[in-house]
């Protein structure tokens, strides 16, 4: 499985980005696809996952400014980011599991995307 993640870039806070994560390969063992964030000094931490069925899993820091989803037809997962804060910058990595239980730990996530940096400028 691959992962490529775009749509990163610069806004200005309050603005809106919309990442995509398109995976190839052996896409049919993927259950859960989740975006996490690494900002500058600090752990990666997550962002929000999804799972085959559309349940959603949010950091509370996002919740009501970001929506995630996913479109199996195109085997893409998206992380629709409004209300942009400074905080928010940070290098986003989209992650796909083989395990479909909506799980939040980085660690259940076996394939990993090569990030794509948000910056938001105050």
């Known amino acids: 499985v691959q992962l490529q993640a775009s749509g990163g870039g610069l806004v200005q806070t309050g603005g809106s980005l919309r990442l995509s994560c398109a995976a190839s390969?052996?896409?049919?063992?993927?259950?859960?696809m989740g975006w996490y964030r690494q900002a500058p000094g600090k752990e990666r931490r997550l962002v929000a996952v999804?799972?085959?069925?559309?349940?959603?899993r949010y950091a509370e820091s996002v919740k009501a400014r970001f929506t995630i989803s996913r479109d199996g037809a195109k085997n893409t997962a998206y992380l629709q980011m409004n209300n942009l804060k400074p905080e928010d910058t940070a290098v986003y990595y989209c992650?796909?599991?083989?395990?479909?239980?909506?799980?939040?730990?980085?660690?259940?996530?076996?394939?990993w995307g090569q990030g794509t940096l948000v910056t938001v400028s105050s």
């Open positions: 992650a796909a599991a083989e395990r479909g239980i909506c799980s939040h730990a980085e660690s259940d996530y076996r394939y």
């Open positions: 390969g052996d896409i049919d063992i993927i259950k859960d």
């Open positions: 999804i799972d085959l069925g559309g349940t959603t």
